[in-house]
T-cell receptor, first 112, second 114 residues
Framework: EAQVTQNPRYLITVTGKKLTVTCSQN?????MSWYRQDPGLGLRQIYY???????DKGDVPEGYKVSRKEKRNFPLILESPSPNQTSLYFC???????????FGSGTRLTVV | AQSVTQLDSHVSVSEGTPVLLRCNYS??????LFWYVQHPNKGLQLLLK??????LVKGINGFEAEFKKSETSFHLTKPSAHMSDAAEYFC????????????FGQGTELSVKP
């Protein structure tokens, strides 16, 4: 089944403890992106990648890192999480932005 | 700059009646437009997309949308609502920059009464 898989689905962590949210797609898509969803602010792009080893900042990149060593994987790294990064995170992939993105099921992160 | 405005934050219909969710867009060039649906505690699912082919676009689950350039609108419709349609709906435009960044509307919550 064609899909974007994120792990974990739920995560509670403490301030400053490094964490990684994994994202994997099995559709051979070149484009991948991370979004966060917050009440009142909607969905905002964090980082995106147009191919292996090609990544760039979105609208809200502060406090996040990404890597794209393989086409299928696009992990989101929080080196030192803070409470303002408590949010619902979505990974998405696309063959071409013209055709829309396929989203993962989301990761609900709570930083205390 | 591109943007989308969803004209209703909440729409309530009765089961079996038509659904209309309104969306206006702003774009300096021919846009790629989408409707996504988000059920509670679920991810975002693509309902349909407009990419400058036919102006009437058919999607999944009986939804369709009509692209009207003169009105800069892309309203989502369904002839007959089902209880399972209750969810949040997002009108989205794709920015050709930033890796095809998706610009989301504020969302419309659809309630379906029995």
């Amino acid at each position: 089944e064609a899909q974007v898989t994120q792990n974990p689905r739920y995560l509670i962590t403490v301030t400053g403890k490094k964490l990684t949210v994994t994202c994997s797609q099995n559709m051979n898509h070149e484009y991948m992106s991370w979004y966060r969803q917050d009440p009142g602010l909607g969905l905002r792009q964090i980082y995106y990648s147009m191919n292996v080893e090609v990544t760039d900042k979105g609208d809200v990149p502060e406090g996040y890192k990404v890597s794209r060593k393989e086409k299928r994987n696009f992990p989101l790294i929080l080196e030192s999480p803070s409470p303002n990064q408590t949010s619902l995170y979505f990974c998405a992939s696309s063959l071409s932005p013209l055709y829309g993105y396929t989203f993962g099921s989301g990761t609900r992160l709570t930083v205390v | 700059a591109q943007s989308v405005t969803q004209l209703d934050s909440h729409v309530s219909v009765s089961e079996g009646t038509p659904v209309l969710l309104r969306c206006n867009y702003s774009s300096s060039y021919s846009p790629s437009l989408f409707w996504y649906v988000q059920h509670p505690n679920k991810g975002l699912q693509l309902l349909l997309k407009y990419t400058s082919a036919a102006t009437l676009v058919k999607g999944i689950n009986g939804f369709e949308a009509e692209f009207k350039k003169s009105e800069t609108s892309f309203h989502l419709t369904k002839p007959s609502a089902h209880m399972s349609d209750a969810a949040e709906y997002f009108c989205v435009v794709s920015n050709y920059n930033q890796g095809g960044k998706l610009i989301f509307g504020q969302g419309t919550e659809l309630s379906v009464k029995p």
